[in-house]
Structure formats: structure tokens, C-alpha cells
């Protein structure tokens, strides 16, 4: 059975730091694209930041491009979101995703993620 938990939310001033992990269990891990997604009250889900199996594509939506650095350890089946810079417009459940890695340089959907993590709250605020 598949699971992912993510940890590491919590309340955080503007322009501090926050280090989310997703352990995974039940997958082939390195089979996997991992993606951290963001859910806003009120808003849609948006894909944060994604990586390939291997660790060697990644990449970042806009809104967090320079402050946000995906990361995974297929040897601990872990995969790590460093925020820095946080606004409050960070604020948000995150959630890590899994979507089979098909394809090389693929950037996922959200309806390409099979498995999901039940999130970890993020709140930026003074």
C-alpha cells in the first residue's frame, strides 16, 4: 500500500524559512516524479515545484522561482521542499504528489499524480 506523509508545516514570520519532507513508502520511489502542491482557502491546487525520479529535472512554478529548492533522497525514499523567503501569499496546505516518471524532462499535470500525501499546513504570517 502507497503512502506519502509529509512534515515540517507550520507558522513561520515573512521572510523566514521552512523545510517540508515527504516520506514515501508502498513505491518504486525513484520510478517516481515527486511534486509539491500548493491549496489556498478558497483557491485552486497549484503545482509548486516537481522533480524526476533520477533528481535531474526539476522545475518550479513562477510565483516561486528563486526562494523554493526541490530536492529527493531516493536512498531514504524522501523527497524535500526548502522555502525560503516565505510571503504571506505562501500560505497554503502542501501536499506532495506522486506521477509515474514516463518521460524524460516531463513537466507533470496535477492529474498526472496517482498518489497523494493528506498535506501540511504552512502559515506565513507576523
Known amino acids: 500500500q502507497s503512502q506519502l506523509v509529509e512534515s515540517g508545516g507550520g507558522l513561520v514570520q515573512p521572510g523566514g524559512s521552512l523545510r517540508l519532507s515527504c516520506a514515501v513508502s508502498?513505491?518504486?520511489?525513484?520510478?517516481?516524479?515527486i511534486g509539491w502542491v500548493r491549496q489556498a482557502p478558497g483557491k485552486e491546487r497549484e503545482g509548486v515545484s516537481w522533480?524526476?525520479?533520477?533528481?535531474?529535472?526539476?522545475n518550479y512554478a513562477d510565483s516561486v522561482k528563486g526562494r523554493f529548492a526541490i530536492s529527493r533522497d531516493n536512498a531514504k525514499n524522501t523527497a524535500y521542499l526548502q522555502m525560503n523567503s516565505l510571503k504571506p501569499e505562501d500560505s497554503a496546505v502542501y501536499f506532495c504528489?506522486?506521477?509515474?516518471?514516463?518521460?524524460?524532462?516531463?513537466?507533470?499535470?496535477?492529474?498526472?499524480?496517482?498518489?497523494w500525501g493528506q498535506g501540511t499546513q504552512v502559515t506565513v504570517s507576523s
Open positions: 504528489a506522486a506521477a509515474p516518471d514516463l518521460i524524460a524532462n516531463y513537466d507533470p499535470v496535477l492529474s498526472d499524480y496517482d498518489y
Open positions: 522533480i524526476s525520479g533520477s533528481g535531474g529535472w526539476v
Open positions: 508502498g513505491l518504486t520511489f525513484d520510478g517516481y516524479i
